[in-house]
T-cell receptor
Framework: DAGITQSPRHKVTETGTPVTLRCHQT?????MYWYRQDPGHGLRLIHY???????DKGEVSDGYSVSRSKTEDFLLTLESATSSQTSVYFC??????????????FGPGTRLLVL | AQKITQTQPGMFVQEKEAVTLDCTYD???????LFWYKQPSSGEMIFLIY??????QNATEGRYSLNFQKARKSANLVISASQLGDSAMYFC????????????FGTGTSLTVIP
């Protein structure tokens, strides 16, 4: 298994509070991703990073920010959580090989409930 | 826009029978990769199989095979000899030159294997 951990694994918070989710990898992979998973929507990309301090927006980036100050850590921040951000959040990594055959490896997920 | 369509929200199959999970994709790029992932009830995302757009043969991995019909833009997953442990959500995903290291996921199919 790829060495990917997410913390916290579960969180309950209130609307309007800031929340930070952490993804940590021990694989030295260049690319890191944050997805959210909601029923009927599959996985949707929030933000991704292609190196330290290099990040870009995904499909559903509004209301989220990210930071990557070290290769191994990718943080997802909800500046002011809303109930629509209640979801399961997955981190994923990939080495960044050329071509298409490289898969992503996923962390265990974080369940976030915004009341 | 890239798009992955999985039209079967839920499927049932008898144990030891084969089942096909449908996936169609939309891209104008000639070079792309298609992936299938399994998500059991425990929540982790597990990579199953990969098919490249230039691959001449359908991909196979044990009991999993990918029925790739390029002209129809379909990449159906075939699971042979279903087992109770195959009960899970299954997601189709695509990656291509234009999306770089971004993956686009379908909404998933829930498979239930009946004893």
């Amino acid at each position: 298994d790829a060495g990917i951990t997410q913390s916290p694994r579960h969180k309950v918070t209130e609307t309007g509070t800031p929340v930070t989710l952490r993804c940590h990898q021990t694989e030295n992979h260049r690319y890191m991703y944050w997805y959210r998973q909601d029923p009927g929507h599959g996985l949707r990309l929030i933000h991704y990073s292609y190196g330290v301090k290099d990040t870009d927006k995904g499909e559903v980036s509004d209301g989220y920010s990210v930071s990557r100050s070290k290769t191994e850590d990718f943080l997802l921040t909800l500046e002011s959580a809303t109930s629509s951000q209640t979801s399961v959040y997955f981190c994923a990594i990939s080495f960044g090989l050329a071509g298409h055959q490289e898969t992503q490896y996923f962390g265990p997920g974080t369940r976030l409930l915004v009341l | 826009a890239q798009k992955i369509t999985q039209t079967q929200p839920g499927m049932f199959v008898q144990e030891k029978e084969a089942v096909t999970l449908d996936c169609t994709y939309d891209t104008s790029d000639p070079s792309y990769g298609l992936f299938w992932y399994k998500q059991p009830s425990s929540g982790e995302m597990i990579f199953l199989i990969y098919q490249g757009s230039y691959d001449q043969q359908n991909a196979t991995e044990g009991r999993y095979s990918l029925n790739f019909q390029k002209a129809r833009k379909s990449a159906n997953l075939v699971i042979s000899a279903s087992q109770l442990g195959d009960s899970a959500m299954y997601f189709c995903a695509m990656r291509n030159d234009r999306t770089g290291n971004q993956f686009y996921f379908g909404t998933g199919t829930s498979l239930t294997v009946i004893p």
